[in-house]
């Protein structure tokens, strides 16, 4: 008999519901909306619990089954989270403090619920039905708005003394290096998350790089994004392929220290800047072999997540059935 | 009735072998030798035998028992090394090459053997029995003629894909910064190693650093050592505390690298720098609280080890013990 488990990722700028067969699998109903919609603290609750009955509802009668097959819920968030009470204590992006996700949502629709850091979440997917299925000890590096990941060894996610174990983008790869919003200076982060791709390429095109970012972005600097750049790198911009060269190489000191400290036999790349395939993968590890530990470097796998757009859904309700076990 | 394991630490500099209480506790019998002494890697297997045999001797001795109350031997050495045959596949500064240490010293003693890496033993040690004692996730730091650490996760040393897990000292912290004799740029090792201290403050003097550097080491450059840095900054020398207070900040942001990453309960640094004390331990401490998560950082107790000198001996016995149970 077929049953499902809920997943639920909620990310700075998108709520992803999903409904997944508990034996593995891409979700069969699935519901998005834009998290900046969801309202104050108090109405997340009814907004979030309104998607998952409809997903319930939707991929239950599309299974042959009914809401009493639906073993219950996980849920990824932004941090800082307290696990064992299910709280978000400071989710400063969505202006989250001390909010008892958890426990709300399992009251809202009377289901079991469990409660992760997103990048954790999106670890566990790769890791469960993924890119890195099958790993003993492997890395999530998440790029995205910000870096964040997660470390998976032993089949048991790190969590560390307190549930902030994988915030891998603020390693300090550049000791004085450019500021990070975090207000330190030289995190990877600061270099290599989205928002950070789009300053850099906007930088050197202020400073005179012939390329077609501006014109890509109607001319207007402030428009050029991550994404201009990869749009620029398919025509054959010079300049934007340099840009992800530096961003890839970037991105490799950080792989390599993770390589290095952890030995990891997988990393797994997870975001849309993965979407530039070779153009980063093959400058990122060709930077984590000339920095990284050459018995270490050798037997990782350096890869980009299989499940754009779902990892977090999936690896929120893996890891809710992993709790269970 | 008492029973004994022998511990085994292989450095760069010296040979250390103790006798310790299987209970756990201080070695109640050690030997030291200089590794370069040990001659060829045919000769090695020898002498270090016939150190097992004196602490063996004149331990079990004192302690009123017999060689059968001996249950076995624990080594620690320099990698990298294949830990399913006990195998070091290649330490360079011994010049040692798929050497089967561990096998060979099983043969000569007719004791059981196991092999780890020097700085997991050291770490393990202060896990056992030192300033880690009860930590959940630990991470320990090596500072010596290189950088070194070891993770260990619920009671559990994390070895990695290919046993080298916890190689901390290649960690880039400044992505384009000094040169580093693993051949990259920007390591850890490349500031805070013992002679990379040296090199820093003797490069400080001859661009004309106001000093008692110089006078301390009878006028020769090339005589500034670590020590001699430790030694001057006891004398109120300015420019060996600037020297100390810059190694303490890049070694914070390597520590913050693995408190973001790991999140630990407690991170050990070991070795002789360790003297510094607050020299050392305040600086390094505040680079911490700058650069790691604060969710992170204020769990995480980041302490000098308790066992200097015996660190490797202990925890290479007690790694022993643990592979038995």
């Known amino acids: 008999m077929s049953s499902w488990v809920v997943g639920v990722d909620i990310g700075g700028t998108n709520v992803v519901v999903g409904l997944i067969p508990t034996a593995g699998g891409h979700p069969v109903s699935i519901r998005n909306r834009a998290t900046a919609s969801l309202g104050s603290q108090d109405e997340v609750v009814g907004h979030v619990g309104r998607m998952i009955e409809e997903v319930i509802e939707q991929g239950v009668a599309n299974g042959g089954g009914s809401r009493a097959d639906v073993v219950g819920i996980g849920i990824g968030t932004p941090g800082p989270l307290d696990l064992d009470r299910g709280v978000v204590l400071d989710a400063f992006n969505l202006g989250w403090r001390d909010f008892p996700l958890r426990d709300r949502l399992a009251e809202a629709t009377g289901l079991a619920t469990s409660l992760d850091n997103d990048a954790n979440c999106a670890t566990w997917g790769e890791y469960w039905l993924g890119a890195g299925r099958g790993a003993r000890t492997l890395v999530g590096v998440t790029l995205g708005t910000g870096i964040g990941g997660g470390v998976i060894l032993d ?37 290599a998350s989205g928002p950070n791709i789009a300053a850099r390429a906007r ?113 929120a309700a893996g890891l809710f059935l992993s709790h269970q076990r």
């Open 155 to 191: 089949g048991r996610l790190v969590h560390g003394a307190s549930a902030s174990a994988g915030e891998v983008g603020h390693m300090t790869i550049d000791f004085t290096g450019r500021r990070c919003k975090c207000g330190n200076y030289g995190c990877l982060e600061a270099y």
């Open 203 to 315: 930088e050197g095109v202020e400073a005179g790089a012939e390329s077609i970012l501006l014109e890509l972005a109607g001319g207007e600097l402030e428009r050029i994004t991550a994404v201009t750049v990869y749009e620029a790198l398919l025509q054959g911009d010079t300049y934007a392929l340099e840009v992800m060269t530096e961003t890839a190489k970037i991105l490799g000191a950080g792989v390599a220290n993770l390589v290095n400290v952890l030995n990891p036999d997988v990393v797994v790349i997870v975001g849309g800047v993965t979407r530039a395939g070779e153009h980063l993968f093959a400058p990122l590890r060709s930077e984590v072999r000339r920095r990284a530990f050459r018995t270490a470097e050798r037997v990782c796998r350096i890869v980009p997540g299989d499940l754009p757009e779902t990892a977090g859904v999936i690896g």
